[in-house]
């Protein structure tokens, strides 16, 4: 019954979504046709096509946003969801749908469609869409708090972890969760657990089961016990009471994501983002900005390949193998700096390191040439790079990538920072790029990153970036 209950609330807020869609189209046309002519005449001398134009574009947009919001599990329980996150994936799918509205609009060349209708339509819908939510959640909140709309829980399990579970659901009574007490293993004392009672042990659980209101179960179980409660499981599932298991494993931090092969349930640890939706914006942007990035230096090319030439001799393209995500290895470009065959003469200047670890900095390196020096000073040698990230060998920002020879003398809990595709740029850079002095340190960095990666985080490398490297700072 709970069940159908959140499906109906689910095709709801569904209607909800699409009609408020409607209202921010239809709005968007007026404003932009008939208002914006009469108080903005020299930005907006006409008005646009009718009405009935604009409505053929409505079913298309209606079906763009319900195929985003199902994606992103927009209809999915949103009780222990943060707001922050709601509100991003509002923006998300708003952002996303325009941007298929207007590249739809351009393959078909709907010529009609304007772009400051789209601005504001996407604008418009932003805020009914965000504004619909909040209230959602302070309509929630005030249900719950009069005793309705409360999912009650069963803790099965008695340790730190399972007390800590209860002390969670418990200070966020806005969840709308209420645990009503815990269940401890055949065997184990106790009357109250984290200030809750104990309702039984394991073999009391059916009765348990059919004399409390019980919705959902959470079994908080060591790995040894899981095996003592399988009947439990199977008990949960013929009464139709969700059953949950809250794993932990006390020395790996990762998070957990339930995925299917072939109708086989798997469980995946995993602590590198793996968001589908964010990772291709990423890669969208990477494509991107490359690509404008070749195009825009594009006459750099030959004045840089010149200065090479005359200043030594040798390729104009320095070529090597580094590794990449998780190791792969991949053929990575750059402009040559050094002398040829410079790569070979390694041991003879390893006394001039200036990193501690794996990896090799030398500001005062004798193989570099006078245009090299030159060419580092701005980054302009890492042009070709861009090359790499258009392949998808690279990305624009993340860690630095290493060579083959660094990577065999990784310590063990170095070796996650090749769980990212490596970058142009990245957080050790704007940190004071070649003036950190300690691999360790370094690779802490990256790995700050990798935990805490975003788009945002990304567009603030980026920008830091361009400081960064026309100040020349810790430029080796």
Request: charged share 20%.
């Amino acid at each position: 019954m709970l069940r159908e209950r959140a499906k109906a609330v689910a095709y709801w807020v569904w209607t909800m979504d699409l009609v408020l869609t409607t209202i921010a189209f239809l709005l968007a046309w007026w404003l932009r046709s008939q208002l914006a002519p009469r108080f903005a005449p020299a930005l907006f001398p006409t008005e646009l096509y009718p009405l009935s134009r604009y409505l053929g574009l409505l079913p298309l947009v209606l079906v763009i946003w319900t195929l985003l919001l199902v994606t992103r599990e927009a209809y999915t329980s949103r009780r222990t969801v943060a707001l922050s996150s709601e509100v991003w994936q509002v923006v998300q799918v708003v952002a996303a749908g325009t941007l298929i509205l207007a590249a739809t609009g351009w393959l078909l060349r709907l010529d009609f469609v304007s772009r400051p209708f789209l601005a504001l339509f996407a604008t418009l819908d932003l805020v009914f869409l965000l504004a619909e939510k909040i209230a959602l959640r302070l309509g929630a909140r005030l249900v719950r708090q009069r005793g309705y709309n409360y999912r009650t829980l069963l803790i099965v399990g008695i340790n730190p972890r399972a007390e800590e579970v209860a002390r969670i659901i418990t200070s966020h009574p806005h969840w709308g969760l209420q645990v009503i007490g815990f269940v401890a293993p055949n065997g184990q004392a106790g009357e109250t657990a984290a200030g809750l009672p104990i309702l039984g042990r394991a073999d009391d659980l059916p009765k348990i089961l059919q004399e409390q209101v019980v919705d959902d179960v959470i079994f908080v179980l060591s790995r040894r016990q899981l095996e003592e409660f399988e009947d439990s499981f199977l008990l949960c599932a013929e009464l139709g009471i969700r059953a949950r298991v809250a794993l932990y494993f006390p020395h790996m931090k990762a998070r957990v994501l339930l995925e299917e092969l072939e109708g086989i349930p798997l469980l995946t640890f995993t602590s590198t983002p793996g968001t589908p939706f964010p990772l291709f914006l990423k890669r969208l942007q990477d494509l991107g900005v490359s690509a404008l990035g070749i195009a825009v230096t594009a006459p750099l090319v030959p004045l840089v390949a010149l200065a090479i030439k005359l200043g030594s001799r040798g390729p104009v393209l320095f070529s090597q193998q580094r590794c990449g995500l998780n190791g792969r290895r991949f053929t990575l470009y750059k402009f040559r700096t050094m002398y040829e065959g410079a790569d070979r003469r390694l041991e003879e200047v390893v006394h001039l390191n200036e990193v501690a670890g794996p990896a090799f900095k030398a500001r005062r390196d004798p193989r570099v040439t006078a245009v090299g020096r030159w060419l580092r000073r701005f980054s302009l040698d890492e042009l070709p790079q861009l090359v790499n990230v258009l392949k998808g060998d690279m990305s624009l920002v993340g860690p630095r990538p290493p060579l083959p020879a660094e990577v065999a003398r990784y310590e063990r809990w170095q070796r996650r920072r090749l769980s990212m595709k490596p970058g142009l740029t990245g957080l050790w850079q704007v940190s004071g790029r070649a003036g950190l002095d300690d691999f360790s340190h370094w690779t802490t960095i990256d790995l700050a990153y990798i935990d805490q990666w975003s788009l945002w985080l990304d567009l603030k490398i980026l920008l830091k970036t361009i400081p960064a490297v026309l100040s020349t700072r810790g430029a080796a």
